[in-house]
């Protein structure tokens, strides 16, 4: 399951990868969505299904602390974004530069942050 919108500082995914044939992802927002559901096995696969989030030019906000969704059973979430690019990095002034606070395999909670600009 992924989803795309725009935060602030542009682009941003969250994909949400489920344990194959063991678990479901379940998304508050759309309640229909079944994952890892019995099909009957073709020599064609269908094309995935793709939904579209937005109402006259405005997408579903979600804010900070704002459940999104639940796994069950296994579960892995990829998170990709636009980082933000200082104005001093954009005059080319490098005493500034844009540093992850967690790296692989720290448990991450709600509303931590991901990482931040540092003086150098």
């Known amino acids: 399951v992924i989803l795309e919108g725009v935060w602030q500082e542009g682009f941003m995914a969250l994909a949400a990868v489920g344990a194959t044939n063991i678990g479901s992802i379940e998304l508050f927002i759309e309640p229909e969505l079944q994952t890892n559901k019995a099909i009957k096995k073709s020599l064609h696969s269908d094309l ?64 931590e942050a991901l990482g931040r600009w540092h003086s150098s």
Request: include cysteine; glycine fraction near 12%.
């Open 48 to 111: 995935p299904e793709e939904r579209v989030y937005d109402c006259e030019g405005v997408g579903r906000v979600l804010k900070k602390g704002d459940e999104l969704g639940a796994f069950n059973m296994g579960s892995t979430v990829v998170l990709i974004f636009q980082a933000p690019i200082s104005k001093l990095l954009q005059e080319g002034d490098s005493s500034q530069e844009f540093n992850f606070n967690v790296k692989c395999g720290d448990r991450i909670r709600v509303g």
